[in-house]
């Protein structure tokens, strides 16, 4: 069933008189909506995913205005909305992304104080440091989801000093989730700290030995499979040292591999195939 069909279903699920039971209607329609998540993630057709997702947001913004203390269908939403935007919308409407980010933020941090953190965003810091302490394995996904749109948000609001100041908090949640399953979403954490030590200058923190560490080990835990790990070690690693042999050649590696070799990410495997034909596209001015 094509991706926007299905969500026709759902909405007239949600909609339907036949269940007055507000909080049971939208567990029952949140299991179907994984299964569109699932769908999605594994379509090859960007253009039909570029189209679908935005009737699929909108229904889980309805979702959560309807039970708003479910931390599964928060975290769901921040992850969806996060990939969304990074997938489609960031390099070619940054303003937009900011806003889509915002709420993928928003969702996450909503969920982690379902959990029991106490303003995440806002309480001192020795306090959000003490509430990272008790987290666990089952936290990771909350952790990992709200650490990546959160620095999302972040790196593309760099202008501001209070977005600026939220840094360390991202930091800390990312190292927790690496010392908690470093291997979560194909050495994810590894990936986000490889972008993290790459992008910002020395004197900020910045390292880009470790950063290169962070990357070959995501490589390792991804199994060379999720593509858009070389996109990231291309652009994030390879252009900083100026290692124009090093950046053609791991974006090669990407168009050489078939999309479908890990047929749950079929959708970012596309994703990041056409973000290396862009890149290598460029690669003259690049290194000009």
Not at 32 to 48: I, M, N
Not at 148 to 154: A, D, N, V
Not at 198 to 204: E, G, N, Q
């Amino acid at each position: 069933m094509q991706i926007p069909i299905l969500l026709c279903v759902l909405c007239l699920f949600l909609l339907t008189g036949c269940l007055s039971n507000k909080k049971l209607t939208v567990a029952a329609a949140g299991t179907l909506l994984e299964g569109v998540a699932k769908s999605a993630f594994q379509q090859s057709d960007l253009k039909l995913v570029r189209e679908g997702i935005p009737a699929y947001l909108m229904l889980m913004d309805g979702m959560i205005e309807s039970v708003p203390d479910n931390e599964q269908l928060l975290i769901n939403a921040a992850r969806t909305y996060s990939s969304f935007t990074s997938a489609f919308i960031e390099e070619t409407d940054p303003e937009y992304a900011k806003l889509l980010y915002r709420r993928a933020r928003d969702y996450a941090l909503r969920s982690l104080e379902i959990r029991g953190f106490k303003n995440p965003a806002q309480s001192l810091f020795d306090d959000f440091k003490e509430d990272l302490k008790g987290c666990g394995r089952n936290d990771v996904p909350y952790l990992f989801w709200a650490g990546t749109s959160w620095g999302s948000w972040i790196k593309l609001n760099l202008d501001s000093m209070e977005a600026i100041a939220e840094l360390p908090r991202v930091e800390l949640m990312m190292k927790k989730v690496l010392e908690l399953d470093e291997g979560f979403y194909y050495g994810g954490p590894h990936i986000f700290m490889g972008i993290w030590f790459a992008s910002w200058p020395r004197d900020a923190g910045g390292d880009l030995k470790k950063a290169q560490k962070h990357f070959q080990r995501a490589l390792e835990m991804g199994q060379g499979r999720f593509l858009m790990t070389y996109v990231y070690y291309a652009n994030y690693y390879a252009r900083q040292i100026l290692d124009k042999d090093l950046f053609v050649s791991t974006l090669q590696k990407v168009l050489d591999t078939p999309a479908d070799i890990l047929p749950e990410v079929t959708l970012l495997n596309t994703v990041a195939r056409k973000k290396a034909g862009d890149l290598l596209n460029r690669k003259e001015e690049i290194f000009e």
